[in-house]
């Protein structure tokens, strides 16, 4: 499992822009920068850490940039340039969470792998943090926590993609395990078709990780229904 971030983790103090500052920074010279880093997306941290300006004048650039209709402000510190195709809301998923991992997983995940036809209407990802709803310009993100010793089991889209996600077998354990908790997400699927390929041993041994023994066998019991209905 590959480990690399597609940002940079550097720390900048934000201070406030003087009225020479502002002379000095039009927001055509920002464009530059924004070229510089070599994607569709970014963050304010980002742009200031690369043009070396303060972070009140990068903002204050990046608002003017908006208003005329060549950035989006996708949320808070994050945006995009706009061009001739509509923004994926997976690319955004690196500048929302520049400094902690989470991985696309459940049903969005089982979607991108094929076994769902149904598009999921917000993406769902797995994290070690706590669980959270975040709607952005782009799409609407919905967080789930997971127990340590399952955050695995994931890598990146597509072996070169920009964001992580679970592989099919994992994916599905972790639906499977969210359900078992008291808000029952996940505990029933649109269809499913599963591909060939799709290895229900290899499931099993992923739900064999789970510490809780209630619900491992829960986990069990319903990836055992969904073999024997596949």
Request: hydrophobic letters at 40%.
């Amino acid at each position: 499992m590959k480990t690399h971030s597609p940002l940079a983790a550097s720390k900048v103090e934000p201070f406030a822009a003087s009225p020479l500052d502002l002379l000095r920074v039009e927001p055509r010279h920002l464009m530059v920068f924004i070229k510089k880093l070599g994607r569709p997306v970014f963050t304010t941290h980002e742009l200031t850490a690369i043009s070396g300006k303060s972070a009140s004048t990068v903002v204050q650039c990046l608002n003017r940039l908006a208003r005329q209709g060549l950035l989006v402000k996708v949320y808070r510190g994050v945006w995009a340039q706009t061009g001739p195709r509509p923004l994926s809301a997976f690319e955004i998923i690196p500048c929302l969470f520049p400094r902690r991992r989470v991985y696309v997983s459940f049903i969005t995940a089982l979607h991108l792998h094929g076994i769902i036809e149904q598009i999921p209407r917000v993406i769902t990802l797995a994290s070690l943090s706590h669980s959270q709803m975040i709607r952005t310009a782009a799409g609407t993100f919905s967080i789930h926590q997971i127990a340590p010793v399952l955050f695995d089991g994931f890598d990146w889209y597509k072996g070169d993609g920009n964001f992580l996600i679970a592989e099919p077998e994992k994916a599905l354990i972790d639906s499977l395990y969210l359900s078992s908790r008291k808000k029952k997400q996940f505990g029933h699927f649109p269809e499913l078709h599963f591909p060939p390929e799709f290895s229900f041993k290899k499931a099993q041994r992923w739900a064999e990780r789970i510490l809780e023994e209630k619900i491992r066998r829960y986990v069990f019991k319903k990836l055992e229904a969904l073999r024997k209905g596949s």
